[in-house]
């Protein structure tokens, strides 16, 4: 799913730099760790998202064991993620603050859900 949603993204928006695109095909959670934890590390000293798809899943279960880990930036995780999410992501993330960001995305993700009958 991360793949494809990013290439949906990159349609919509172009391609994005500072932005890292993991699965968790394939790997095991240890080496799913170590794949975040360097994808982390290439992004310098930037405060980081980690936009998962399910709450409780191996993705954000791995990524919620970092947040217990000292840190020199702000990592926060965003489950659920969708497209409108990420375009606002890429709208938003030099302009408003980490916090200001956080809470934007999720209330733009609440936004998006709908049932249209």
């Known amino acids: 799913m991360p793949i494809v949603l990013n290439r949906t993204i990159q349609k919509i928006i172009g391609v ?7 699965s968790n095909e394939n790997y095991s ?20 998202i980690i ?19 000292p840190r020199e930036r702000q ?6 993620v969708n497209p409108a999410m990420l375009i606002k992501y890429f709208q938003y993330r030099d302009q408003k603050s980490f916090s200001e960001l956080l809470q934007l995305l999720e209330e733009t993700g609440r936004n998006e859900i709908r049932v249209i009958k």
Request: proline share 0%.
């Open 16 to 22: 994005q730099d500072n932005f890292q695109v993991l």
């Open 29 to 48: 959670a240890a080496e799913l760790q170590n794949q975040l934890s360097l994808a982390i590390q290439e992004l310098g000293n930037k405060d980081v």
């Open 51 to 69: 936009f998962v798809d399910l709450y409780g899943g191996s993705c954000a279960n791995v990524s919620n064991q970092l947040l217990k880990k």
């Open 75 to 80: 990592i926060s995780i965003i489950c659920g």
